[in-house]
């Protein structure tokens, strides 16, 4: 089933209709660090990763949990009087620190009155035996997921964009937080260098086979003082045409199961810092082209999966 006439699952509505109510996620930096930039793996970080370790549109870490949500709140509640809010600790790696630490900082997020889950950004090896412990702990007591960058399943781009971890370690991940049913939302990035629509599509189907509650399908932004932006200057790699990601992210769709929630289907850049590509920052021209093309084609979210119980009837109406 869909809602709000989108022809794929969306966490926005997804969430309306699991609680009754509006769902808003906040992005918090928990002022986590990362073991890709630390020196542990490496000093480089992936190479597109801003400063602020994808947490561009988080508020102030000089802020405490408890400021942050309510700045945040404050200015969403005229708009979403009886909404409610996941707290989405989003820059760096949010399970990397000690664990008494990470386990006062999640907390004080949930002391909040108005927040009803968590959504906790990490890597797939930063997820020890009483970090699983902490989560499983958490996951009995509020709503949460965990997110996870994986961004490409190829070794080949995870070395070029310095991941500093290998698929298995990923799929290890899985499945550990699967044994505590601990819901996990995966990351894929289109339009990483040297990767060809196959490839991209390849990485939808391997995820598409997973256990996960959802996908966030990002594009690739090129920001200022990154590594990416280095490469890019060169003329190494070209970022994608407008048209050619939204054709591409309505094959994604088509191959990922109906009950995987959709998180997102485009990113968003500091425009400021944003090199490439210009046109990302049409937002909705991009949400409502996928809407589009997912129309022209009669097509909605895991129509070409075999399994006859996912496809599109004839004249079947989008629930509303």
């Keep these: 089933m869909f809602y709000n006439n989108k022809r794929y699952n969306a966490i926005g509505s997804y969430l309306k209709k699991e609680f009754g109510y509006k769902v808003i996620k906040l992005s918090l930096d928990g002022g986590f660090s990362c073991p890709n930039r ?4 490496s000093n480089d970080g992936c190479i597109f990763c801003s400063e602020k370790g994808s947490g561009d549109f988080t508020s102030s870490s000089v802020l405490n949990i408890n ?3 309510t700045e945040q709140i404050s200015l969403l509640k005229k708009k979403w009087p009886s909404g ?7 820059s760096y790696t949010n399970t990397y620190g000690e664990i008494n630490d990470l386990k006062t900082i ?3 997020a949930l002391s909040h009155p108005d927040v009803i889950g968590l959504a906790i950004a990490t890597r ?6 009483d970090v699983l412990e902490l989560l499983s702990e958490l996951n009995k007591k509020t709503y949460l997921w965990i997110e996870i960058g994986l961004q490409s399943i190829h070794e080949k781009t995870a070395i070029l964009i310095n991941r500093c971890y290998p698929l298995s370690t990923f799929e290890r991940a899985v499945e550990n937080l699967n044994k505590y049913n601990i819901r996990i939302v995966v990351h894929l990035i289109f339009g990483l260098p040297n990767e060809s629509k196959d490839e991209i599509l390849e990485s939808v189907r391997y995820m598409s086979e997973k ?5 966030k399908i990002h594009l690739l932004h090129v920001l200022e003082n990154t590594r990416l932006a280095e490469i890019y200057e060169k003329g190494i790699f070209r970022t994608l045409e407008k048209d050619e990601y939204i054709q591409l992210v309505v094959d994604a769709l088509e191959l990922i199961p109906p009950n995987i929630t959709i998180h997102r289907l485009t990113g968003d850049a500091p425009w400021r810092s944003l090199v490439a590509p210009k046109w990302s920052t049409d937002k909705k021209g991009i949400l409502n082209g996928i809407d589009k093309e997912l129309l022209k084609r009669n097509s ?3 129509i070409q999966l075999k399994t006859e119980n996912w496809q599109l009837k004839d004249n079947e109406e989008i629930c509303l």
Excluded: H, V
């Design 124 to 129: 797939p090896d930063c997820l020890s035996d």
């Design 67 to 69: 400021e942050q949500l």
């Design 38 to 41: 630390d020196g542990t793996l």
């Design 84 to 90: 409610k809010y996941i707290a989405y600790f989003q």
């Design 211 to 215: 256990n996960i509650f959802g996908i």
């Design 106 to 108: 999640f907390y004080q």
């Design 300 to 302: 909605r979210q895991g």
